[in-house]
């Protein structure tokens, strides 16, 4: 049936003489694939005998790519993305189609739009303005997950988006709808709401729960909170994605309660942007491994993504310690004009380590700004909090309470405290997906938001070998779509849907840079969302193929 014009015109497609690295990191092999009605529909290797397949039929169009000296792969899986409302707002979307992403999942860090009530969403759309702006003339008026979804695959120019989209329900966002930002246990009252609530989301389509339990209000839940939740996260299926307590001192305790709350409830776990950062704890990863192949030995269904870079990204309201965001950002910002607060604060981010900082004292020289939402603060926007305070004459503490009031807790950051063994070692682990956790507002954003794929195929495959070619390519599709439950794609197969990536091994490589962060990557000439090209010879196409992936929905009864 012939795609609608959003979606570009539906031809056969015939990928003459590619190498298919097929996702499953087996020995990769030349091939002709042709694509039909978005599938795979037949795969001719070069040593099998037999007709070649043939693109065209009646009523038909088709078209042949030379793709000799391509790999053909899987599209990728971004295990970790934050576009939860880029993809309502930009229709091109090239930060993620131009590197092989075909499918994002949104609703991370506990932390999104749905399901909200008026007041819920009013209060997140100042917490979350740092993470993904807050873009005039939206349409607020989804409430549900489903409603959220629903939105999603009308696009921003109501004929689908550029990739496909999963989402997860947040913990902190089910938190703030049923308790506010209140520092405190739930009540079993409440409790049972939020599972309600959650129930629903899940039935919607959502793919499981993420949690920030290092963010307000996430964060002031207990174990057992999280484990209820998760045991109804279990009975439809789905994944538990939680960044944790803490990424610095108290890390590998953090990891340990995330493998309880998947001991005692059963839930599949799913560990976002798995790292070891701090000085604390440079050269630690292998405990971190230790711990979770222990995990795995006892069954428990584990998974992890990250992201091939050094540095974290965040809001610089997030450093702040968790008694200080109680009750929502009006409340902090309040507490901020209070000099008996602030000196409070100073004690907790200065000599004892703020559990919004991972229980690290700050390192204003590690603290840089990527991005403000007041246009006036721009001048910020790439000093270190040290390098602003010395030009303000101030000192660091003064000048980072100065920029959020003055930015309304909209700024956000690079945390320059990664550590190089810590990637590479965890990458290496079979268990390990990608994910970009990439921000795409600001000034200077983290460039893994554009080079996240692009870089673990130049630089950790290509040129420092970390991985193998077929291997990484597992990592960045056929393991997360294992992960999200999906058994139509993460492979180059017959039957499987056609969302497809044509790249050079030899050139592909992240262009984006610290100084440039959106700069396009190379090597990718040809990206297919469900057999429509979005990448067509190097040139994003005005196609929006993408649509809302949801469990237990098929591909075909969504569209």
């Not at 603060?377 to 909090?385: N, Q």
């Not at 682990?429 to 000034?443: K, R």
Request: glycine letters at 12%; hydrophobic letters at 40%.
């Amino acid at each position: 049936m012939p795609a609608t014009t959003s979606q570009g015109a539906r031809q056969d497609l015939l990928l003459r003489g590619a190498l298919v690295v097929d996702g499953s990191g087996g020995t990769p092999y030349r091939a002709d694939t042709l694509v039909r009605d978005g599938v795979v529909t037949a795969i001719h290797r070069e040593t099998d005998p037999g007709r070649r397949p043939a693109v065209g039929r009646p009523g038909t169009t088709g078209r042949t790519v030379d793709a000799d000296g391509l790999a053909l792969t899987p599209g990728f899986i971004d295990m970790h993305a934050h576009s939860d409302l880029a993809l309502l707002t930009d229709p091109g979307h090239e930060a993620k189609a131009a590197q092989g992403v075909t499918l994002e999942v949104l609703g991370q860090d506990g932390l999104s739009y749905a399901p909200v009530d008026d007041a819920t969403l009013a209060g997140l759309r100042v917490q979350l303005a740092g993470w993904n702006g807050d873009p005039e003339g939206l349409d607020w008026s989804w409430r549900s997950v489903g409603e959220y979804l629903d939105r999603l695959d009308a696009g921003p120019l109501g004929g689908g988006l550029a990739v496909n989209a999963a989402y997860l329900v947040p913990h902190g966002t089910l938190r703030a709808l049923v308790l506010g930002w209140e520092d405190r246990a739930a009540t079993a009252a409440e409790l049972e709401l939020m599972d309600r609530h959650l129930d629903r989301a899940l039935a919607e389509g959502a793919m499981g729960l993420s949690a920030g339990l290092s963010y307000s209000p996430g964060m002031y839940a207990d174990t057992a909170e999280l484990v209820a939740l998760c045991r109804t996260v279990a009975a439809h299926g789905g994944y538990f994605c939680p960044h944790h307590r803490s990424y610095g001192a108290h890390a590998l305790a953090a990891y340990a309660e995330m493998t309880e709350v998947a001991r005692q409830s059963g839930c599949a776990l799913h560990l976002a942007h798995a790292t070891m950062n701090f000085q604390v704890n440079a050269g630690r990863a292998g405990e971190l491994l230790h711990l979770l192949d222990a995990a795995l030995a006892d069954g428990v269904d584990l998974t992890l993504d990250s992201y091939p870079y050094l540095p974290g990204s965040t809001t610089l309201a997030a450093l702040l310690p968790g008694w200080a965001t109680a009750g929502g950002p009006e409340e902090t910002l309040r507490r901020l004009a209070s000099p008996a607060v602030l000196a409070r604060i100073r004690a907790d981010l200065e000599l004892h380590g703020s559990d919004g900082c991972h229980g690290v004292v700050a390192d204003w020289d590690t603290v840089q700004v990527s991005g403000v939402r007041r246009a006036e603060l721009r001048s910020a926007v790439g000093l270190t909090v040290s390098q602003l305070a010395a030009r303000d004459g101030v000192d660091p503490f003064t000048a980072y309470v100065d920029l959020l009031r003055a930015d309304g807790l909209g700024t956000t950051v690079l945390q320059h405290v990664g550590h190089e063994e810590n990637v590479r070692a965890i990458m290496r682990h079979p268990a390990h997906t990608g994910g970009s956790d990439g921000l795409l507002v600001g000034d200077r954003p983290h460039p893994r938001a554009w080079g996240t794929f692009p870089r673990y195929l130049g630089h950790y495959v290509r040129t420092e070998g970390v991985l193998g070619l077929a291997e990484c390519v597992r990592h960045l599709s056929a393991g997360p779509a294992r992960r999200l439950g999906l058994t139509d794609r993460g492979l180059v197969r017959e039957g499987f849907r056609a969302d497809l990536v044509l790249l050079d091994p030899q050139t592909v490589a992240a262009g984006a840079t610290y100084e440039q962060p959106r700069a396009a990557p190379s090597g990718i000439p040809y990206v297919l969302v469900d057999g429509v090209p979005v990448v067509d010879d190097h040139r994003r196409t005005a196609a929006t193929p993408g649509r809302s992936v949801r469990r237990g929905v098929s591909r075909s009864s969504s569209r």
